[in-house]
């Protein structure tokens, strides 16, 4: 073939597990509801540099290491992670892969998390608990796009993997992972509903 692909970006989704997701999510969503009202440090930190929203990111960002629910949750994700690590074919024989942080995100309307990126970890990701109708998605960015330069745009039908944005939706009881240098965001939440999801981060030893 005259041209072939290179260097591509790989985004991971699946369901957590295959059923008795509805139950765990419940419960999860109780959770976080929970920890919102005990976490005054959360909530104000929340105020200047999440704001309409709350997360738990800046105060309790090792709930995996607290709480039995988050510590099954973690032996979920990593599970996933361990595949996922497998597809990228990273040379990790006779290493650790272990989770560093795990937070909390709470999106009530209007809410939203502007484009950032998850230093000091390799493997990064979210788990969906609570997703009303219309709530924002998770938006990818071409890794690439700051070297584009003079590039013309791209045509309104171009291949999914030709596109410099993907979104991926936001479905209650998918886990998303990608590589922890892969920017995204979130977009303003514009449903009358709290749109909750975990973030977490795994580095390797």
């Not at 509801?33 to 800046?58: F, H, I, M, Q, V």
């Amino acid at each position: 073939m005259p041209v072939r692909t290179w260097f591509p970006t790989h985004i991971y989704c699946e369901p957590l597990h295959a059923s008795g997701l509805e139950k765990f999510n419940a419960e999860l969503a109780d959770e976080c509801r929970n920890l919102r009202d005990y976490d005054a440090a959360g909530r104000k930190w929340s105020a200047k540099n999440y704001p309409g929203g709350y997360t738990s990111y800046a105060s309790m960002n090792e709930l995996h290491r607290f709480s039995s629910t988050f510590t099954a949750l973690e032996k979920k994700l990593l599970r996933h992670t361990r595949v996922f690590v497998k597809t990228l074919e990273l040379d990790l024989r006779d290493c650790e892969v272990f989770m560093t942080d795990c937070w909390v995100n709470i999106m009530p309307p209007t809410a939203a998390h502007s484009l950032h990126l998850h230093p000091l970890a390799f493997i990064s990701g979210t788990y969906y608990v609570a997703t009303p109708a219309g709530c924002p998605g998770l938006k990818f960015e071409d890794p690439r796009l700051d070297r584009y330069m003079a590039a013309p745009p791209r045509l309104p039908d171009a291949k999914p993997a030709n596109r410099i944005h993907v979104t991926y939706p936001a479905e209650a009881g998918n886990v998303i992972l990608f590589e922890s240098w892969l920017r995204h965001e979130v977009a303003a939440n514009r449903v009358d509903a709290e749109r909750i999801s975990i973030s977490f981060n795994f580095n390797w030893r």
